[in-house]
């Protein structure tokens, strides 16, 4: 059983920068591919971005260019860097992860919030 914690959310300013993390603990050495996720208020949940254990990575067409997701496998951590950041940005961020062995099995962490206002 892997446990997800993040970390790094709060309140910015349109075109402000925030930094996510995400630090993975207990059976975090069979940990495949990593990824954020996001949830607006009256929205379903949609993917980020990801990447896997080599640093292969996928982006959201919405946070190309804006957002950059890094992982340090020694630490066991995964990071989302977001720029440029709007206000339909605002959303809870989620950290989610796989088992090497079986990329259908999801862990999720708690969510942290991310508010885009002036």
């Known amino acids: 059983q892997v446990q997800l914690v993040e970390s790094g959310g709060g309140l910015v300013q349109p075109g402000g920068s925030l930094r996510l993390s995400c630090a993975a603990s207990?059976?975090?050495?069979?940990?495949?591919?990593m990824g954020w996720y996001r949830q607006a208020a009256g929205k379903e949940r949609e993917l980020v971005a990801t990447i896997t254990r080599s640093s292969a990575t996928n982006y959201a067409d919405s946070v190309k260019g804006r957002f950059t997701i890094s992982r340090d496998n020694m630490k066991n951590t995964v990071y989302l860097q977001m720029n440029s950041l709007q206000p339909e940005d605002t959303a809870v961020y989620y950290c989610n992860s796989k088992p090497t062995w079986d990329p259908s099995i999801d862990s999720w962490g708690q969510g942290t919030q991310v508010t885009v206002s002036s």
């Open positions: 207990g059976s975090a050495s069979r940990i495949g591919t």
